[in-house]
């Protein structure tokens, strides 16, 4: 292969990497309070995530008021990962359920109230793939595994497309559900109007005519 393929696969595979899914934040939290972080997975996608509480005085003990509380549920609710009043942890699933999958986080109770700081990374996807142990594994080459990275981006980008797309003609069956109930309420409201309209002419010419204005 020569320098300038070498050089083109490198800048197309640069360029699509940046479509993996992933989260790497740091936020702060205040004792007592929650906050939740939600991220889109594909049914069938690979997810992995840490996190943990960055210690304010670094070199000594991390103190018991820097705990947490981590639940991550899925579209519908189901438990991935739990972890109770601790200080880091890791998580790893694989998403049978397409949609916004949800991570919360509560910073337990402490008098007076303190603000702790965490660092989260959420991976999904081709991200989510330790492509370190399996250069390990299979001993190859550096170029073969940025060919297999780029497959697997591909990949990826190809089965998001589809998925797209699903929830494209989903929100397009929506739409015309809705604009068929929005019809026929409108042509009830029509029906209804009309009626009024003309049992108040009925009662109107009735009224004359007792009156014998008619």
């Known amino acids: 292969m020569s320098r300038l393929t070498q050089g083109i696969v490198l800048i197309i595979l640069g360029l699509m990497l940046e479509t993996d899914i992933g989260e790497s934040m740091r936020f702060e939290l205040e004792s007592g309070n929650t906050k939740c972080i939600s991220e889109d997975i594909k049914p069938n996608a ?3 995530g840490k996190y943990s509480i960055v210690n304010p005085n670094e070199g000594y003990p991390l103190p ?5 509380t981590l639940r991550v549920t899925s579209p519908y609710g189901n438990n ?3 972890g109770d009043r601790v200080d880091s942890g890791t998580f790893a699933f694989t998403a049978v359920e397409g949609g916004d999958y949800t991570a919360c986080f509560w910073a337990t109770d402490h008098k007076p109230p303190v603000t702790i700081t965490i660092d989260f990374d959420w991976k999904t996807g081709v991200a989510a793939k330790d492509w370190s142990k399996v250069a390990k594994k299979g001993q190859v080459e550096t170029m073969k595994l940025e060919l297999k990275k780029l497959y697997d ?6 089965e998001e497309m589809f998925y797209l797309r699903e929830r494209e003609e989903e929100m397009q069956q ?4 809705t604009n068929s109930k929005m019809a026929t309420l ?3 409201s029509l029906v209804v109007c009309l009626s009024v309209a003309g049992l108040q002419i009925w009662h109107l010419k009735a009224f004359f005519e ?3 204005l008619l």
């Open 80 to 82: 991935n990962h739990y």
């Open 174 to 177: 929506l739409n015309r559900e």
């Open 186 to 188: 409108s042509f009830f």
């Open 153 to 158: 981006t591909v990949t990826s980008i190809h």
């Open 64 to 68: 018991d008021s820097h705990r947490l």
């Open 210 to 212: 007792r009156k014998k």
């Open 46 to 48: 690979m997810s992995v």
